[in-house]
């Protein structure tokens, strides 16, 4: 019989299920935390535990893709992109509230990952990721030139925040409030994700970025099925771009360049593409390291390197990912 | 092109020959550049027959699958099965009409585990591929439909471990019962005992011997392990550059001139 | 017809010029199967170290365009053999990963040392002014841009058609150990590839400094054109390269005249196009 070497799609033994039940409970605590957070740190502390929120669901959407379905892109700003200027633009033009306002903005994120996507699924490897790389380079180019739409590259500012919907009162202006939505919708919007990788099609999915070709003999369309991974991470991205852009007071073009594309990318691999928490922590890790790092040099960008060339090559799994898997290996 | 030689009656199955073939092929070819890997093969397939194809390497039995199985695409011809035609279709496509296919070098899922492998298969065949929302861990039947199905190839013991830490003949078996999970009506074996141990080897042809008494599925077989193919073929049919060069009973084979010449030095069992 | 001229003009010198550094990442991709985001790192330092060289150590112009490009040589064997050496074999994800890693350390370091604030490096004196050309007035350095990337691009045709080192490389480059099993060293092989990778890329760099403002980020830039050219022309291309290199510097120097509405989008529409109807690249070898 044998043991060990289970994946984590499949808690099979008692072992394994307390460990679940404890990680569970961990969640929930940690949640709590994180609610009451305002209420004991300065609000510097605030915006920075909003942003990692933010980023963390950012990055969550791009490792659908990338670590669950292997498919690496270089344009995933794109659709956080669009869910910022679409949510810019319709509070500064029709003044709805928030929550049709990311509403709208997770829609319009999923559409253009739709078209985008429709093309490149169609290629592999180094090929898909290049051409994500151009179709987000093209939507910067768009935003960048289109500026009877989006004013450029002086992007859009100055749009208020009205109520937020759902008959709620709330004060969206004042940065507790707001950080407290971000995250109950973040915390929402993990636990569909989570759900979706947990389905029979996030089952494919790792089936897929493990052997397309098998999968496709089983009688799946892998085409089909890589298109609707894609939109889904295009919307979640898009989703947190939406919230996002108040949160930022502007939505400009380098929220849709390339480099802004790379941002997930690294959070990932720093926390780990195996987990799905790892992306998570991997964009606390990189919003928190920034915040220290920065106050002491501006060199935050060389640092970064070195610790992702490091990652890389030693710790494949990421920090978050190499910490559960020593604790998993020890049961 | 001229026609291929045949050196016995079989153009059917040995039952009453008044069954449509479950699969026709006609002069299905394969050329790349100026090779032709496959070069006009005519071919029936009677339903729940096992048909051994055999062959000196470089023969294209293994383009002859892909072409079958839609991993390539013929330059001409023409494949009909069960009365549909599917030449050149996806290989998605054929897999859903009912033929599958092993492949020569193992084509598992490494971090999964061997149930679920299986389950892959089986949320595929059951229309379950885009089901966004529902537990796939929580679907004890599904649990309980690959394990019947590891049961059959001797692997049940294994449900729950990675699959890419099982022994070669463990992950070739793995594989079969992938292929069987996808509910063929035409199984499509490439090469199932290369590299097995001869204890591994006799387990692999009594279980397609089983399979093919149950009368589910037809299978097609291409081997170089004679005692295999004289084990289990109803039917050997004999590739030699492209093309069918001979077919018929064991008997017939074993005797046939032109087979031998073609086999030349290769010993005859 | 004289803007004609002078976008052709604008265009041959940018194509040209984007030849010698993609030629040198479509080599290093070819031999290597890395994509090599540090390649616009390298072409950046070549620029700086021109400065650095003229500045600091007052050399005149020719001395620094020998030697700047072979510092950013040798400095790339040690990252090839520190770094680098440590992902092949692995998914090409990770080699993008490790050489955007790199990327990034470059471009922070160039700010460590030179600041982050623009440098400019004047042209020899032998190359400065302009000349007159069917009436337009064009910069004589443009047009040493153009003569050096085409004396480039004739040496390293050259190298591999004719020398016994070029027949090497290609050899290790269509099969790693084929070429093992003839006794050739592939190890040595491929870092020897990577170094003259790097060479051009800072050869470029050298060339460019004089045209172009030196400050942080022209490594950003450049690594996406150079992507761009290497899709067009075909990956493992070498005639691809140069008519990728050309197809954008057209993009570039026509767009950039006559739409300038939409001439940013233009490069990576191009890109876009080229993947989907030949991902393969328009002249890429079948055995690509």
């Known amino acids: 019989m044998a043991s060990g070497g289970e994946t984590v799609l499949a808690p099979a033994r008692a072992g394994r299920r307390a460990l679940h039940v404890a990680t569970g409970a961990l969640l929930v605590v940690l949640l709590a935390a994180l609610w009451l957070l305002p209420g004991w740190v300065p609000y510097f502390y605030v915006f920075v535990a909003t942003r990692i929120l933010l980023m963390g669901l950012f990055a969550a959407s791009f490792n659908l893709i990338f670590g669950y379905g292997g498919m690496l892109s270089f344009g995933h700003a794109a659709f956080f992109g669009a869910g910022a200027y679409t949510s810019a633009l319709v509070l500064l033009h029709f003044g709805w509230p928030l929550v049709a306002v990311i509403v709208a903005a997770t829609i319009v994120a999923a559409l253009l990952a739709w078209v985008i996507g429709a093309f490149c699924v169609r290629l592999d490897e180094v090929y898909f990721a290049m051409l994500t790389l151009a179709f987000g380079m093209m939507v910067y180019a768009v935003v960048h030139q289109w500026r009877s739409l989006t004013n450029g590259s002086d992007g859009i500012a100055g749009f208020p925040l009205g109520r937020f919907g759902l008959g709620l009162d709330l004060q969206l202006a004042d940065p507790a409030v707001y950080y407290r939505v971000v995250l109950v919708v973040v915390a929402l919007a993990a636990v569909v994700l989570h759900r979706i990788t947990r389905s029979p099609f996030g089952l494919l999915l790792t089936a897929i970025r493990q052997n397309a070709e098998r999968v496709s003999f089983c009688g799946v369309n892998v085409r089909r099925h890589r298109l609707i991974a894609f939109v889904i991470a295009g919307a979640f991205a898009g989703l947190a771009g939406a919230l996002f852009a108040p949160f930022n007071r502007v939505a400009n073009p380098d929220m849709v360049h390339w480099t802004q594309s790379a941002q997930p990318v690294l959070m990932t691999i720093l926390g780990g593409t195996g987990y799905f928490l790892g992306p998570f922590f991997g964009a606390a890790i990189f919003v928190l390291l920034e915040t220290w790092i920065t106050t002491y040099t501006e060199r935050w960008m060389l640092f970064l390197g070195v610790v992702l060339a490091v990652l890389v090559i030693f710790f494949r799994r990421g920090i978050f990912g190499t910490i559960v898997d020593g604790l998993a290996r020890r049961r | ?269 | 017809m004289q803007g004609i001229l002078a976008a052709l003009l604008n265009s041959l010198e940018i194509g040209l010029l984007l030849f010698v550094i993609a030629v040198g990442l479509n080599i290093v991709f070819g031999v290597l199967n890395v994509i090599n985001f540090a390649h616009g790192g390298l072409y950046m330092l070549g620029a700086y170290f021109t400065y650095a060289l003229v500045s600091y150590a007052g050399l005149p112009f020719w001395p620094a365009l020998v030697l700047a490009p072979l510092a950013v040589a040798l400095l790339s064997i040690l990252l090839e053999r520190i770094v680098l050496q440590r992902v092949y074999g692995r998914d090409v994800s990770d080699s993008l990963l490790v050489t955007f890693a790199l990327l990034l350390v470059i471009d922070d370091a160039v700010q460590i040392v030179w600041g982050s604030g623009i440098h400019v490096v004047a042209p020899p004196p032998s190359l400065r002014g302009t000349v007159e050309v069917f009436g337009i007035t064009y910069p004589l350095y443009s047009f040493f841009v153009m003569g050096a990337a085409l004396a480039a691009m004739l040496a390293l045709w050259l190298f591999f058609a004719r020398t016994r080192a070029g027949r090497i490389v290609r050899a290790a480059a269509i099969d790693r150990r084929m070429a093992e099993g003839i006794g050739i060293n592939v190890p040595r092989v491929v870092t020897g590839v990577f170094a003259l990778g790097a060479w051009m890329a800072g050869a470029a760099g050298v060339v460019a400094a004089p045209m172009r403002a030196i400050a942080p980020g022209m490594g950003d830039r450049i690594i996406i054109d150079a992507f761009i050219v290497v899709v067009i022309g075909g990956l493992g291309s070498f005639p691809g390269t140069l008519l990728g290199a050309l197809v954008l510097g057209a993009i570039y120097g026509f767009g950039g005249r006559y739409l300038p509405q939409v001439n940013l989008v233009l490069p990576y529409l191009g890109m876009a196009l080229v993947l989907l109807l030949r991902p393969r690249g328009l002249l890429a070898r079948r055995a690509a």
Request: glycine share 8%; charged share 25%; net charge negative.
């Open chain 2, 1 to 269: 092109m001229t026609p291929p030689r045949r050196t016995a009656v079989a153009e059917g199955s040995r039952a009453a020959g008044d069954v449509a073939p479950l699969l026709s092929v006609r002069g299905l070819s394969k050329r790349f550049g100026g090779v032709r890997a496959v070069d006009g093969i005519d071919l029936d397939v009677q339903p729940h027959e096992t048909v051994a194809l055999i062959g000196p390497n470089g023969a294209g039995k293994t383009t002859f699958y892909n072409l079958l199985s839609g991993r390539m695409q013929p330059t001409t011809g023409t494949v009909v099965f069960d009365g549909r035609d599917v030449t050149g279709l996806a290989p998605h496509e054929i897999s859903r009409l009912g033929i599958s296919r092993s492949f020569q070098i193992t084509n598992i899922f490494p971090e999964l585990t061997a149930r679920e492998n299986v389950e892959v298969a089986l949320t595929a065949v059951h229309g379950r591929a885009l089901r966004l929302f529902s537990r796939a861990a929580a679907d004890s039947a599904l649990h309980e439909e690959a394990d019947a199905l590891l049961a059959r190839l001797g692997l049940v013991a294994l449900a729950t471990t990675r699959a890419g830490t099982l022994s070669y003949g463990d992950k070739r078996l793995l594989e079969i019962a992938i292929v069987l999970a996808t509910r063929p009506r035409l199984v499509l074996l490439d090469e199932p005992t290369a590299g097995m141990t001869p204890e591994e080897t006799r387990g692999v042809v009594e279980l397609v011997r089983q399979l093919a008494a149950s009368t589910q599925y037809t299978f097609l077989i291409t081997e170089h392990d004679m005692e295999v193919v004289f084990g289990l073929a109803d039917r050997i049919v004999v590739l030699h550059r492209g093309r069918v060069l001979a077919q018929g009973s064991a008997d017939e084979i074993r005797v046939s001139r032109e087979v031998r010449e073609a086999y030349l030095g290769e010993p005859d069992d």
